[in-house]
């Protein structure tokens, strides 16, 4: 089982950019894909990006490519979403996830263990 904490969400102005950090407990961490979700009010969880379990590989969604770079560190347990560019419909409650898998998936449903979110929101 492995636990994530998120962090680095907060209020930034539309161009900015902010960089979040998700923390895994374990010694386990690079077995698990992981990836970033984000919930907006009113709307389900979207998928936003994943990483391979090497960080060889990544995945974005067509709203954040090009914008947002995700990467991952083995060594300190902990996978990282630069986001730059910053638009006011990047607001949203952002968690990552952690997949028992060697497969990348842009689902949530095959998720197995998600972090508690950290809110992200971008002013006009």
């Known amino acids: 089982q492995v636990q994530l904490v998120e962090s680095g969400g907060g209020l930034v102005q539309a161009g900015g950019s902010l960089r979040l950090s998700c923390a895994a407990s374990?010694?386990?961490?690079?077995?698990?894909?992981m990836g970033w979700f984000r919930q907006a009010p009113g709307k389900e969880r979207e998928f936003v990006a994943a990483?391979?379990?090497?960080?060889?590989?990544?995945y974005y969604a067509v709203l954040v490519k090009g914008r947002f770079t995700i990467s991952r560190d083995n060594a300190k347990n902990t996978v990282y979403l630069q986001m730059n560019s910053l638009k006011p419909e990047d607001t949203a409650v952002y968690y990552c996830?952690?997949?028992?898998?060697?497969?990348?998936?842009?689902?949530?449903?095959?998720?197995?263990?998600w972090g508690q979110g950290t809110q992200v929101t971008v002013s006009s």
């Open positions: 996830a952690a997949r028992s898998s060697n497969v990348v998936v842009t689902t949530t449903g095959q998720y197995d263990y």
């Open positions: 374990g010694r386990t961490f690079s077995t698990y894909v």
């Open positions: 990483i391979s379990r090497s960080g060889g590989s990544t």
